[in-house]
């Protein structure tokens, strides 16, 4: 029986394995793994409603071992260490036990191996940068970082009039959801009387782009309405603004020293610093080349999807690190493996369905594409805000069918009616 192990279980990883459990798994067919070194899956583009304290993650996580028990996959919660490819085997480090103890490292043998590993942040070697700001990579960044924000403004509400000057460098989707969640979050905070600050006074949110305009991947006149209705939250857009430095509370831009309670990198990602232990080629981006079959170009047994793979289609060009290029390439992945049993591999095509982003609990702009040349589409306000919607609505109907799906979007309705809009500690 041939084993694949899947490693990361983010948005391509976990969709992956689900379908492969179900087909393979269930069935004999193949042993399949998942590796992670999280005991949980959350939705990485929902990380921003994390990090402005709208969504609690225990909530919202699935537990990766009760997913693998539903659907004919295993789960070993592990982080990866190294990988022999000439040995087919990996070499795990199994998570803490609860009595401090590190438990020994374990080998796991592999058939075929696919590396799901995300992103991280790119700071592009700008100094102070990775010492100074938060980030968005994980779950445990998002939380630290809302912390940090209601830390900053219980302070200043009990200090003598001191402002919170909140940065977010990148003006691509993260920066500017985060921005706009953290605007609505500074309102209800003051609400509930957590602070005692004026938001639109005393809260002071910037978004620094270094391009021309945020939002470079929408239409210009999408963009030029994101930022429109940002500028009406409130929220300062500085386009042409280029970071020198960054300082525990200071960040210079263009050279020009300013004050920052918090600064937030969303600029840019790249992929894990492992990559680079795999004897694999990679791409500017520290990305996994692979060809059309999704496998290394290196080793035909090592596959890469999402975004820790560089992928390049022949018509559209490299695939941008989205969701849902990720959803799209585990797709064909699941399918692909399940057929191959020694024929030919097909060839991946990434189709581009749009994109949308969050301007906060009730608006939202982007575009959507359609048609055999891919007629573009915009869509604002409240209908881009119900489509943005069901992007996480479909991700949960890959990995839970519609029934159960259905059920987690009605009890999130509900919650959203009895509990407070924001968390308050």
């Given at each position: 029986m041939q084993t694949i192990v899947i490693v990361g279980?983010?948005?391509?990883?976990?969709?992956?394995?689900?379908?492969?459990?179900?087909?393979?798994?269930?069935?004999?067919?193949?042993?399949?793994i998942l590796v992670d070194r999280s005991p949980a899956?959350?939705?990485?583009?929902?990380?921003?409603?994390?990090?402005?304290?709208?969504?609690?993650?225990?909530?919202?996580?699935?537990e990766y071992s009760a997913q693998a028990a539903e659907h004919g996959f295993q789960f070993v919660h592990a982080e990866m260490r190294s990988v022999d490819r000439a040995a087919r085997n990996l070499v795990l480090a199994p998570c803490m036990r609860d009595d401090g103890i590190a438990p020994p490292l374990r080998t796991l043998e592999y058939t075929t191996l696919v590396l799901a590993l995300g992103a991280v942040t790119n700071f592009y070697g700008v100094p102070g940068a990775a010492d100074n700001v938060c980030t968005l990579d994980h779950v445990g960044d998002a939380k630290s970082f809302y912390r940090r924000f209601l830390g900053a403004c219980v302070r200043a509400s009990q200090g003598d009039g001191e402002k919170?000057?909140?940065m977010i460098v990148g003006g691509g989707a993260t920066g500017v959801e985060l921005a706009a969640e953290l605007a609505h979050s500074a309102r209800a905070l003051a609400k509930y009387k957590v602070h005692t600050l004026d938001p639109a006074r005393d809260v002071r949110i910037s978004i620094l782009e270094r391009g021309a305009r945020i939002l470079p991947h929408l239409p210009p006149e999408?963009?030029?309405?994101?930022?429109?209705?940002?500028?009406?939250?409130?929220?300062?857009?500085?386009t042409g603004a280029a970071v020198t430095s960054v300082e525990a509370d200071t960040i210079h831009v263009d050279g020009v020293p300013r004050p920052a309670t918090l600064t937030l990198w969303a600029a840019g990602v790249e992929g894990p610093s492992i990559s680079k232990t795999f004897?694999?080629?990679?791409?500017?981006?520290?990305?996994?080349?692979?060809n059309a079959s999704?496998?290394?170009?290196?080793?035909?047994?090592?596959?890469?999807?999402?975004?820790?793979?560089?992928?390049?289609?022949?018509?559209?060009?490299?695939?941008?690190?989205?969701?849902?290029?990720?959803h799209q390439q585990a797709v064909f992945l699941a399918d692909a493996l399940a057929r191959r049993e020694g024929k030919p591999l097909?060839?991946?095509?990434?189709?581009?369905?749009?994109?949308?982003?969050?301007?906060?609990?009730v608006a939202a702009v982007g575009v959507l594409l359609g048609g055999p040349v891919g007629r573009q589409m915009p869509v604002s306000g409240a209908t881009a805000n119900l489509l943005y919607g069901m992007m996480y609505?479909?991700?949960?109907?890959?990995?839970?069918?519609?029934?159960?799906?259905?059920?987690?979007?009605?009890?999130?309705?509900?919650?959203?009616?009895?509990?407070?809009?924001?968390?308050?500690?």
């Open positions: 279980g983010g948005a391509g990883g976990l969709e992956l394995a689900t379908r492969l459990g179900d087909t393979m798994g269930r069935k004999g067919r193949a042993k399949i899956h959350f939705w990485k583009p929902l990380l921003h409603t994390v990090a402005s304290g709208k969504r609690d993650p225990q909530v919202f996580q699935i919170v000057n909140v999408m963009s030029a309405r994101a930022e429109k209705y940002l500028a009406s939250r409130g929220i300062d857009i500085c004897g694999l080629s990679l791409g500017r981006m520290r990305q996994i080349m692979v999704l496998q290394s170009v290196d080793d035909a047994n090592v596959f890469a999807i999402g975004d820790c793979a560089s992928f390049v289609c022949p018509v559209k060009g490299a695939a941008p690190p989205r969701a849902q290029v990720a097909p060839e991946f095509r990434y189709r581009d369905y749009g994109s949308l982003v969050s301007l906060g609990p609505q479909k991700h949960l109907m890959a990995l839970h069918g519609v029934v159960r799906a259905a059920a987690v979007m009605l009890v999130d309705w509900l919650r959203k009616r009895i509990t407070p809009s924001v968390k308050l500690h």
